[in-house]
C-alpha cells in the first residue's frame, strides 16, 4: 500500500493557512527500480504558502476561483491510480505548491513566450490576465530560488536516476485543460479534442506517441500539439539526451471531471488508460 501518497487528493485553499515552509515543495514517489517511467505532474497542487499568499493582489474569493481556473484538479489522483494498477510501478513527481507559486514547466528567462501574458515563471496575471503580483514582482528572485530552481534539480535528478538504473527515462506529463478556452491562452480557438498530446520533434519517438495514441483512444478524440503543445524536458537533457523521451498528456476536464473540481467516473478511466500507456512503454 502506497502510505507515502496521502496528500495527492488536496482541494482547497484551506491548505494555505497550515502550510509552512517546512514542508516539501515536490515530491518523488518511488516506483519499481526497474521502471523508467516518471510520471510528471507539475500542475495538480492548490497549495499557495502564507508568505507567497501575502503577496498576491487578489482577495480570497478572487484567489478561489483563480485556482479553480488555473489548477489541473485531480491529475495527482489519475497519477496515482494508475501507478498502483499498472503491473510495473511507474516513479511519479509531483509538485506540492500551486502554478501560482512558481510554474516549474516554463523558462525562467526571455525564452518563455508565456511573459507576453504575465505568464511566465513566476505568473503576473491571472487566468483573465487581471493582476496578480505587482509587475515586475519585487520577489521573482527569491520565488525562483526557493521553489523554481530546487525542482529542476529535483527533476533532473530523478531522470538520470532512471538512466542509471535502466538506461532510458520516459516522462509522462499529466495535465489537463478546460472545455472553453481562458483569455490567457495563446492558442484558444484551436480545437479541444478530449486528449491532446504534446510532443518534442527530439524527445518525442514515434513509438511513443502510437502507444499512447492506443492507449488513450477509448477516452475519444485525440489531438496532436492542440491546444497546448510541448512536453516537459530537464534542460541538461533537452535536445542532446535522445535516452530521455517524453510526451505531454493533456485531458480536457469533463473529461474525469464535472468541472472545474468535481471528479466523475471518467476518472477512474482516464486513470486505467494511463496505466495501459505505462505499461505498454514497459513492454516496448
Keep these: 500500500m502506497d502510505t507515502t501518497d496521502t496528500t495527492d487528493t488536496t482541494n482547497s485553499t484551506d491548505a494555505m493557512a497550515d502550510t509552512t515552509d517546512t514542508a516539501p515543495a515536490h515530491r518523488l514517489v518511488p516506483g519499481d527500480p526497474a521502471s523508467p517511467v516518471v510520471l510528471h505532474v507539475p500542475h495538480g497542487s492548490r497549495t499557495v504558502p502564507p508568505d507567497v499568499r501575502a503577496n498576491l493582489l487578489l482577495d480570497d474569493a478572487a ?11 485531480r491529475t495527482q ?9 499498472a503491473p510495473v510501478t511507474p516513479w511519479r513527481f509531483v509538485n506540492e505548491r500551486s502554478r501560482l507559486v512558481v510554474d516549474p514547466e516554463r523558462f525562467p528567462d526571455e525564452r518563455e513566450e508565456m511573459r507576453a501574458v504575465g505568464m511566465g515563471a513566476v505568473y503576473t496575471r491571472t ?18 530560488a526557493t521553489y ?17 538504473a535502466t538506461g532510458r527515462a520516459v516522462i509522462i506529463d499529466v495535465h489537463s485543460y478546460p472545455s472553453r478556452a481562458l483569455p490567457y491562452e495563446l492558442h484558444g480557438e484551436d480545437p479541444r479534442p478530449p486528449v491532446c498530446l504534446g510532443t518534442d520533434p527530439f524527445h518525442t519517438p514515434d513509438d511513443l506517441l502510437a502507444l499512447a495514441r492506443e492507449a488513450f483512444a477509448p477516452l475519444g478524440e485525440i489531438g496532436l500539439n492542440t491546444p ?26 469533463d473529461v474525469y471531471l464535472d468541472e472545474p473540481v468535481t471528479p466523475h467516473d471518467g476518472l477512474a478511466e482516464a486513470a486505467a488508460c494511463l496505466a495501459h500507456l505505462v505499461e505498454a512503454v514497459h513492454g516496448a
Design 63 to 73: 484567489l478561489e476561483r483563480e485556482l479553480d481556473l488555473i489548477t489541473d484538479a
Design 228 to 253: 497546448f503543445a510541448g512536453t516537459y524536458v530537464p534542460l541538461r537533457h533537452y535536445g542532446k539526451d535522445a535516452r530521455v523521451t517524453a510526451l505531454m498528456l493533456e485531458l480536457r476536464r
Design 77 to 85: 489522483d489519475v497519477a496515482r491510480r494508475a501507478a498502483r494498477s
Design 127 to 144: 487566468t483573465q490576465r487581471s493582476p496578480l503580483r505587482p509587475e515586475p514582482p519585487a520577489d521573482e528572485g527569491e520565488l525562483l
Design 148 to 164: 523554481f530552481h530546487p525542482y529542476a534539480e529535483a527533476m533532473t535528478r530523478a531522470v538520470e536516476d532512471r538512466l542509471a
